[in-house]
């Protein structure tokens, strides 16, 4: 059974871990395969596939502040788990540790900062076929198992996890390293958040209007 537009707006999308470099004609593909193959399998994996060709191609946190300058090197922010974190405000080495996480940042053009990755991204071959640079940095475990001795040889500036991580502070206070959490229940927001935190707004902005056209898309093509 076909879900209708109404249904497909009430899923909460969640970003899938295998990723394929997206494209215009990848995704209207996509939509010929929609219209084709309308049955319940599908409906049901559709909101995966969705998000992975959205990533692969390119929320709102209206309530992140703006960034408050604390001295001339570094920024207070709020991260989303409403944490205040002073960090650089240059950043050049960063190192993220899920998988998720890793992928927002590459798809927002800020690989050329990681200096550290989560290790599912480092064994993902379709990500590795796109962005190299996972396999090429150091592999650290992730925000629940973080490998801090292979970390902290890397030198990052910031450590990216997310809000299901129990204990940032406590792992902020371990490494001597800011820690800041992205909370993906709002995937949106998240890549709005860290567009902010690495200097591309405008970049971020450009992902999340492609998001909300595709799923648009989408649902038109499922209620047709």
């Known amino acids: 059974m076909l879900l209708s537009a109404t249904a497909v707006s009430s899923i909460t999308l969640q970003p899938w871990q295998s990723f394929i470099k997206g494209s215009s004609e990848y995704i209207k593909k996509l939509l010929r395969k929609v219209v084709i193959l309308k049955n319940k399998w599908l409906s049901k994996i559709l909101p995966l596939v969705l998000v992975t060709c959205l990533v692969a191609s390119f929320v709102t946190a209206c309530d992140q502040a703006e960034p408050t300058t604390t001295t001339n090197d570094t920024v207070v922010i709020t991260d989303m788990a409403g944490r205040s974190v002073e960090i650089p405000s240059n950043l050049t080495r960063v190192a993220s540790v899920f ?10 053009g800020k ?16 990500l590795a076929g796109v962005y190299p640079v996972v396999t090429s940095v150091p592999a650290v475990g992730n925000a629940f198992n973080i ?21 940032p502070d406590k792992t902020q206070q371990m490494l001597g390293v800011p820690v800041i959490c992205v909370d993906l229940n709002y995937y949106k927001d998240g890549i709005e ?6 200097g591309v707004e405008s970049r971020a902005q450009d992902l999340t209007r492609f998001y909300d056209d595709t ?8 209620s047709s």
């Open 215 to 222: 799923i648009a898309h989408i649902q038109s093509k499922l």
């Open 111 to 126: 690989g050329d900062l990681l200096v550290a990755v989560d290790s599912a991204s480092s064994f993902n071959e379709n």
């Open 147 to 167: 490998n801090k001795e292979a970390l902290l040889t890397t030198d990052p500036q910031l450590v990216i996890t997310v809000t299901w991580d129990q204990d």
């Open 193 to 198: 958040f860290l567009g902010e935190v690495l």
């Open 99 to 108: 998988p998720y996480v890793t992928q927002i940042q590459l798809a927002l």
